[in-house]
């Protein structure tokens, strides 16, 4: 059984910066899709940042190129989500994913998930 567990959230100014950090057990590490999600209130799950673990190679949304930057520690079993510039906008419920997939890592809105972490941005 594949679980996450999410870390590194909380309350932030705009302008500020926020690191997740995302711990995966239970499976090996290796060539699976790592993915953040985020929902805000009424709002639908959107991905934020992808990165297949087998390469290293990033995907991000429109909304967040250029201010967040999606790591991994395969020696940690761990993906890292650095949130710089953040605004009231990125204020939502973070969402770590995990799954093996064909398909572009960021498209993939199923597999396992993390129990989701707080991100609250204050203007």
């Known amino acids: 059984q594949v679980q996450l567990v999410e870390s590194g959230g909380g309350s932030v100014q705009t302008g500020g910066s926020l690191r997740l950090s995302c711990v995966v057990s239970g499976y090996a590490y290796r060539r699976v899709c790592m993915g953040w999600f985020r929902q805000a209130p009424g709002k639908e799950r959107e991905g934020v940042a992808s990165?297949?673990?087998?390469?290293?190679?990033?995907t991000y949304a429109d909304s967040v190129k250029g201010r967040f930057t999606i790591s991994q520690d395969n020696a940690k079993n761990t993906a890292y989500l650095q949130m710089n510039s953040l605004g009231p906008e990125d204020t939502a419920m973070y969402y770590c994913r995990w799954v093996i997939t064909d398909i572009p890592c960021l498209e993939a809105d199923f597999g396992y998930w993390g129990q989701g972490i707080q991100v609250t941005v204050s203007s």
């Open positions: 990165i297949y673990t087998g390469t290293g190679s990033p």
